[in-house]
């Protein structure tokens, strides 16, 4: 990858890296803009000399791009319909020592801004007794992202920045840890873009940038709709297909 990174002279831009513990267990969870988030989240861990070893949905498994990376570097693929493996699985590694990758939203957020929040990666803190790391990723969506041109740009800058931990434990409310965590990667997302040193080249280059920040993107109400929507339309598809193999 790193071959590829020089070849299309990517920049990255890390900040609090050394808020990524050097040892131990540690759930990193971060946003998600693009199908490379997860290379770009690992690379954060390097300073700490941390490997991170991430929980994905299982279709980015299936992914041509993404998917012999994720299975070669050991991730742990997600079945929405039967996930209480996956999270034993990390469980397991938690408690081993080792640094599990989340991406609470679940799936990539199309708005470009925090949506609404799985509570797995406060639960699994709690479970584990380990610190929860928040974190974003900024700029990998002009590269490859779902529903976007995917395109080459050389000399992208790629915006990784790091908070401050949080210590859930099984006392909590993994449901107002989660709202916590939803601040604090708002906050981060929001510092992000403001550092970051691209801008659009023109009115037809805003697509990706958030509306709130003057961007074309889709509102986070707009992308709710067409997440439900395609939601729909896969259980309408996999209805459809049950009924032809009945």
């Known amino acids: 990858m790193r071959v590829a990174f020089k070849v299309l002279g990517l920049k990255f831009d890390i900040t609090g ?7 131990g267990g540690a759930v990193l969870a971060s946003n998600h803009v693009s199908y490379l988030d997860f290379i770009f989240v690992g690379l954060t861990a390097q300073p700490s000399k941390r490997l991170v ?3 994905a949905k299982d279709s980015v498994f ?3 791009v993404s998917g ?4 070669g570097m050991k991730h ?3 079945d929405r319909d039967a996930g209480a493996g996956a999270f034993d699985s990390a469980l397991d590694a938690l408690r081993a020592g080792e640094v599990i990758g989340v991406f609470p939203e679940a799936t990539i957020s199309v708005a470009f801004q925090i949506k609404k929040l799985k509570s797995g990666s406060a639960r699994m803190a709690a479970e584990a007794g380990v610190p929860l790391v928040p974190m974003v990723t900024w700029g990998g969506q002009r590269l490859y992202s779902k529903g976007t041109p995917r395109q080459a740009r050389r000399g992208t800058t790629i915006g990784l920045n790091v908070g ?3 210590y859930p434990t099984m006392a909590d409310d993994p449901v107002e840890v989660t709202a916590e965590l939803k601040l604090r990667l708002e906050a981060l997302l929001a510092d ?3 550092r970051y040193p691209d801008q659009p080249e023109d009115d037809n280059d805003r697509w990706w940038m958030p509306a709130n920040h003057g961007g074309t993107a889709p509102t986070v109400e707009r ?10 339309r896969r259980r309408a598809a996999r209805a459809a297909r049950e009924e032809e193999q009945a």
């Open 17 to 23: 890296a050394e808020n990524i513990p050097t040892q």
């Open 53 to 55: 070893r991430f929980m």
């Open 192 to 194: 992000s873009i403001e």
């Open 164 to 166: 401050e931990p949080m």
């Open 68 to 71: 012999p990376l994720m299975r």
């Open 62 to 64: 299936s992914n041509k």
């Open 223 to 232: 992308a709710t709709e067409m997440e439900a929507q395609a939601t729909a």
């Open 76 to 78: 742990i693929p997600v």
